[in-house]
């Protein structure tokens, strides 16, 4: 809060100066120019008030034209997107990075048979 320094209200501070923190008003950005900047300032918790400055309005001339980026030929068009989502619902595959297969082979489907030989380390007795 703002108060003016005039005897009154000091002597009304006096009376609660123990419950309260005074600090001088500190502008480090310097005095607001125009009345209109008042509407751009704030009070920080130190004491400054910071002055948000107006930027003056730019017109763009004829050598500040920007040419269009080159990013610009590799953004994704509606009918491309439409296109690709049609090939994974005829594919089944919609949601496939959610869903991932998990295989249970029972007879040597993978062709990996270091899985199945398990039973061979175990003696044979004869009889």
């Known amino acids: 809060m ?6 009154s ?3 009304l501070l006096d009376e609660i100066k123990h419950l309260i923190h005074i600090l001088p008003l500190q502008f480090p950005h310097g005095m607001p120019e ?10 920080n918790s130190r004491g400054e008030m910071i002055v948000k400055k107006r930027l003056k309005e730019f017109e763009p001339g004829p050598s500040d034209i920007v040419p269009k980026p080159e990013e ?5 068009q509606l009918e491309t997107v439409q296109k690709e989502l049609e090939k994974q619902l005829r594919s089944y595959s919609v949601h496939m990075e959610f869903f991932k297969p998990v295989y249970k082979y029972k007879r040597n489907e993978d ?3 270091y899985r199945y030989n398990f039973n061979k380390d175990i003696p044979k007795y004869e009889w």
């Open 72 to 76: 610009e030929k590799w953004k994704l």
């Open 9 to 11: 209200i000091n002597h």
């Open 34 to 43: 125009h009345e209109s900047d008042f509407e751009h300032t704030f009070i």
């Open 111 to 113: 062709q990996k048979e």
């Open 2 to 7: 703002i108060l003016k320094n005039v005897p």
